[in-house]
């Protein structure tokens, strides 16, 4: 088992930044890769941004690529979500999830998740 835990998420005005963390605990977190999903009302989760295990790749969404850097520090067990220039159309629940695959942009292939941190951007 592992437990993920987010944190990091709040109001921001459109252009600002959050950062998001992940902690985890549980089996040996290196071996996992990591990823942060997101889901607005009435919309389905939806990929964000994946990093593999021991930090060798990281994937991102189209609408996030050159604005979001995922990253992990496994001494600390720990994602991050580095999120900047941040849109209105970015609001929603962001989650952090786990799974032994190489990689995945699939929710459905995640094996882990937390309980989801909400991010909301005025405009």
């Known amino acids: 088992q592992v437990q993920l835990v987010e944190s990091g998420g709040g109001l921001v005005q459109a252009g600002g930044s959050l950062r998001l963390s992940c902690a985890a605990s549980?089996?040996?977190?290196?071996?996992?890769?990591m990823g942060w999903f997101r889901q607005a009302p009435g919309k389905e989760r939806e990929f964000v941004a994946a990093?593999?295990?021991?930090?060798?790749?990281?994937y991102y969404t189209d609408s996030v690529k050159g604005r979001f850097t995922i990253s992990r520090d496994n001494a600390k067990n720990t994602v991050y979500l580095q999120m900047n220039n941040l849109k209105p159309e970015d609001a929603a629940v962001y989650y952090c999830?786990?799974?032994?695959?190489?990689?995945?942009?699939?929710?459905?292939?995640?094996?882990?998740w937390g309980q989801g941190t909400q991010v909301t951007v005025s405009s």
């Open positions: 999830a786990a799974t032994q695959r190489a990689y995945s942009s699939r929710w459905n292939e995640y094996n882990y």
């Open positions: 990093i593999s295990v021991r930090d060798i790749n990281t």
């Open positions: 549980g089996r040996t977190f290196s071996n996992y890769c």
